[in-house]
């Protein structure tokens, strides 16, 4: 027999929830209805409102046949997480889509601007209500400052995969180590992630703790290298052509991106491994 829980729809994080799947609905529907673009920061956006309106249905659902209370896994942990995932992907919505998409006479995709902007507060909102009243629980891996910047790097990660195209770096092999660090440093902060979460950590023979700390600093300079590479080998001597006023976004404007999005990583990572390293070698030591 199935139990039901309606607080969890009447509740003022389930109605957050709500409002937030209702507003990625009509963002999606608004976009979509203003006609197809090839473009991948268009099939991000996309991506992005499929994405939220799908997980928060799903834990609306769950929460409100209680099946959450099943899964093996710090439930609390991962809607908070979920929240702040959604926060970040819809705010690079709210400059993405307005940016290369929106025209004078483009009111449908004027209102999926609008609505869009309407959902990332929603989701702001849930945050704030989850840290300021926390359930009580454990926090898990992806509620802690680590688990946080994980998703930051992982997310920072797709913004720059979904500006990459092959004709920019397939002759270069510089550019290409810059691809590898991107690709290389995502694999294994998912995989850090997933063996947080899933509580597998103390099943390994070796300290996880030090072993993350080694990674956070091997990407760190990974990306050091790609922060200076790629600026270096995509910008010499390749000016931005006067296409690109017409052709948004062309393909100048896309290497503009990765170079930004390459550049914050590396703070994150560099920030990460610094608070590692406290966490581990002088708060642990106390």
């Known amino acids: 027999m199935v139990n039901v829980d309606l607080r969890a729809l009447t509740k003022p994080v389930g109605i957050m ?53 099943k899964l093996p896994f710090a439930w609390e942990d991962f809607t908070a997480a ?23 006479n483009c009111h449908r995709q004027i209102g999926a601007s609008a609505v869009s902007a309407v959902c ?6 849930e945050v704030s209500l989850n840290y300021y009243y926390p359930s009580g629980q454990n926090s898990g891996f992806l509620s802690t400052v680590p688990g946080i910047m994980k998703m930051l790097e992982t997310f920072l990660a797709c913004l720059i995969f979904t500006s990459l195209e092959e004709s920019q770096y397939f002759a270069s092999p510089e550019l290409q180590w810059c691809v590898a660090v991107y690709s290389l440093c ?51 001597g390749n000016k931005r052509p006067n296409s690109c006023a017409i052709i948004r976004p062309c393909p100048w404007d896309k290497q503009m991106v990765v170079t930004f999005m390459t550049i914050f990583n590396f703070i994150v990572y560099t920030l990460d491994s610094a608070y590692s390293i406290r966490l581990v070698f002088c708060v642990g030591n106390q």
């Not at 996309?46 to 997980?55: A, D, E, N, P, Q």
């Not at 990332?120 to 909102?125: A, I, S």
């Open 82 to 104: 979920f929240a702040m995932l959604a926060s970040l992907m819809c705010l690079a919505v709210c400059i993405i889509y307005p940016t290369f998409f929106l025209c004078n």
């Open 17 to 69: 929830r709500i409002m937030a799947a209702i507003l990625a609905c009509m963002s999606l529907s608004l976009a979509a209805s203003g006609g197809y673009d090839t473009s991948p920061y268009w099939a991000w956006c996309m991506f992005t409102w499929c994405f939220c309106f799908f997980f928060t249905l799903l834990i609306l659902i769950l929460e409100f046949t209680t099946f959450s209370t």
């Open 120 to 125: 990332f507060g929603v989701y702001v909102g």
């Open 186 to 236: 995502f694999i294994f902060a998912i995989l850090i992630i997933v063996l947080s979460v899933g509580q597998w950590t103390s099943f390994l023979p070796f300290a996880f703790e030090k072993l993350a700390i080694i990674y956070n600093l091997l990407a760190a300079l990974m990306y050091l290298s790609a922060m200076v590479m790629w600026p270096l080998y995509s910008f010499h």
